[in-house]
């Protein structure tokens, strides 16, 4: 950020936390928070309306599988901007099930009964203007997003099938509510075009604070089915983008390997660039995380090519379906925004067993390669298959 000449560096606060112990958690959102100015200084004045605090619930997972916020860093945001004189709800649009089921499973209903404070859904829509828009003009958000003083984001650092990573950015996608999520997965159907519309989105929402869990975060096959990794870290920030780049810098991930990273800094949204970013509080080098894997749809294949339309689908990643796992659920083709997904007996089909007590089917013309089934299936019966191309220029690395 540049103010008459001057550069003035975003704020980055991290804080160690080695364990989920509730003292260890509000120590380190506490301090980080303090790092960028206390509660205080991200409340509106005066103190009227609500604030809206949201997590990541995307499904019903219990804590331990590193999927949804934790509850107690939930638990110490609250009570912080409790303290600080707010009034805080919780909600969230999430990707299956009902608010209430999801934060039952999570342990976030828990907190915030004990806290004393309001689960809100997030199904009721209000359409907003947003004419600063790059890509998208108008946005329907949660009427809680709308109607709140002020927005603090809880995000959970994982890796995320089609965005490559999902933290403080992409956790705003839940502020839409879950009907309109798939109609905008369906227009901004390429990485490219749904990253500047996340950026669109975070400037229309202005979270006043980012919080991102990263004590346990969850490399490989996310956002769902990946594996916990120990980081041991609390992040926070005004500025969303400089928070993820941060992250993914502890975790020695390139943030320019995240679509909506590099969109950011073609196009000045954020700051992602090391001389516009001020870490305070622990040293990154505290934190040693070792290979940390991003999902088979982000292998090193993006920097290589220049995907147009024509060729996307021998380069992108491919859904496939395990017969063995699936169990007919029909979660993905509810969550399919192409209706490209169907469940049910094959009929002529081979005649496995599986295929006759009913699978999930894909039809790969139909297919957007968004990946909703994956990120979806409770089973994790979806894997990411490498295109063809991809595959082939993967192999082609090795040698180089």
């Given at each position: ?6 550069t003035?560096?975003i704020k980055?606060?991290l ?19 303090d790092?960028l100015?206390?509660?205080e200084a ?7 309306g ?10 019903p997972?219990p804590?331990?599988?590193?999927v949804t916020?934790?509850?107690a860093?939930?638990?110490?945001v609250l009570?912080?901007f409790?303290q600080?004189g707010?009034k ?8 299956h099930g009902?608010v209430?089921?999801?934060a039952?499973?999570?342990g ?6 004990e806290a004393?404070?309001?689960?809100v859904?997030?199904d009721d ?13 108008e ?11 002020a927005?603090?984001n809880?995000g959970?650092?994982k890796t995320?099938?089609f965005m490559?990573?999902?933290?403080a950015?992409?956790?705003l996608f ?7 999520k798939?109609r905008m997965?369906?227009?901004?159907n390429?990485?490219?075009a749904f ?6 989105l ?13 004590v346990?975060?969850m ?10 990794r120990h980081?041991?870290a609390?992040?926070a920030?005004?500025?969303p983008?400089?928070?993820d780049?941060v992250a993914?810098r502890l ?5 320019m390997?995240?679509?909506?990273l ?6 000045s949204?954020?700051?992602t660039?090391?001389e516009?970013i ?6 990154p080098e505290?934190?040693?995380v070792?290979g940390?894997?991003?999902?088979p749809?982000?292998r090193?294949t993006s ?9 996307r ?7 496939w ?5 699936c169990?007919?659920c029909?979660v993905?083709a509810?969550s399919?925004?192409?209706g ?5 007996s094959?009929?002529?089909?081979a005649g496995?067993a599986?295929?006759a007590?009913g699978?999930?089917m ?16 409770p089973e994790?019966?979806?894997s ?5 191309i ?5 192999r ?5």
């Amino acid at each position: 950020m540049r103010t008459g000449g001057i550069t003035l560096k975003i704020k980055v606060a991290l804080a160690t936390c080695r364990s989920y112990s509730q003292d260890n958690v509000s120590h380190a959102v506490g301090l980080a928070t303090d790092l960028l100015g206390g509660a205080e200084a991200f409340l509106p004045r005066p103190r009227d309306g609500f604030v809206v605090v949201k997590p990541n619930m995307l499904s019903p997972y219990p804590p331990e599988r590193a999927v949804t916020t934790h509850p107690a860093v939930v638990g110490a945001v609250l009570d912080l901007f409790k303290q600080a004189g707010a009034k805080v709800v919780v909600g969230d649009s999430p990707g299956h099930g009902s608010v209430s089921g999801v934060a039952a499973k999570c342990g976030i209903a828990a907190v915030c009964r004990e806290a004393g404070v309001d689960l809100v859904s997030f199904d009721d829509g209000v359409a907003r203007k947003h004419p600063a828009g790059r890509v998208c003009k108008e946005f329907v958000l949660a009427r809680p997003i709308v109607d709140a003083s002020a927005v603090i984001n809880i995000g959970k650092m994982k890796t995320h099938g089609f965005m490559t990573f999902t933290g403080a950015v992409k956790n705003l996608f839940g502020c839409i509510p879950g009907a309109e999520k798939l109609r905008m997965h369906l227009r901004y159907n390429d990485p490219r075009a749904f990253s500047l519309m996340l950026l669109d989105l975070a400037g229309l929402v202005k979270p006043r604070l980012s919080i991102l869990d990263a004590v346990v975060a969850m490399d490989g096959d996310g956002p769902s089915h990946g594996r916990p990794r120990h980081i041991g870290a609390i992040l926070a920030s005004e500025d969303p983008v400089a928070l993820d780049v941060v992250a993914l810098r502890l975790a020695g991930v390139d943030p320019m390997r995240v679509p909506y990273l590099r969109a950011a800094r073609e196009v000045s949204a954020g700051s992602t660039r090391p001389e516009e970013i001020e870490v305070v509080g622990a040293p990154p080098e505290e934190f040693h995380v070792t290979g940390f894997a991003l999902p088979p749809a982000a292998r090193a294949t993006s920097g290589i090519f220049t995907v147009v339309r024509a060729v996307r689908k021998h380069v992108t990643a491919i859904p496939w379906v395990d017969a063995a796992k699936c169990v007919a659920c029909g979660v993905c083709a509810e969550s399919c925004p192409s209706g490209a997904i169907t469940v049910g007996s094959a009929g002529t089909a081979a005649g496995t067993a599986a295929i006759a007590r009913g699978t999930a089917m894909i039809d790969r013309h139909r297919c957007i390669r968004c990946f909703c089934c994956h990120e979806m299936c409770p089973e994790g019966a979806i894997s990411l298959r490498r295109g063809v191309i991809a595959s082939i220029a993967d192999r082609a690395l090795e040698w180089l």
